[in-house]
């Protein structure tokens, strides 16, 4: 299975017994999944967005309010996408400055990166 869909349906909830081995890496592990998902989610919906527009723009048949209507689906879902980028850069800024873990909400595999590892 494509690492993507592997990173998408994992378990958002961190394994750990509640009385012997949570702890607030379990905690930051959990939270870090929830913006994960919320992420992906937001750049699915973003790049299906542009595809709508572009498939509204080659059906307009040169209706000039329909190709203005595919323009601000297209401007919506980039707009969309750069916003997402930036939350996620800066959520990842706070994380290294507050905690001794890295989040790289690009990395499908590992987005939570801690102790130097």
């Not at 992420?39 to 309010?65: F, K, N, P, R, Y």
């Not at 919506?76 to 001794?100: M, P």
Request: proline share 3%.
């Amino acid at each position: 299975m494509p690492e993507f869909i592997t990173r998408y349906f994992a378990q958002i909830v961190p394994d750990c017994d509640p009385t012997t081995t949570c702890d607030t890496n379990a905690l930051l592990q959990l939270i870090v999944n929830i913006l994960q998902f919320l992420i992906d989610t937001a750049l699915i919906v973003a790049v299906v967005s542009i595809m709508w527009g572009g498939l509204l723009m080659l059906t307009s048949g040169g209706s000039s309010s329909k190709i203005t209507n595919a323009k601000k689906a297209i401007t919506a879902a980039v707009t969309g996408i750069i916003i997402v980028t930036v939350a996620a850069t800066l959520i990842s800024i706070f994380i290294g400055l507050f905690t001794n873990c890295e989040f790289h909400w690009w990395d499908f595999k590992n987005a939570l990166v801690c102790g130097g590892s």
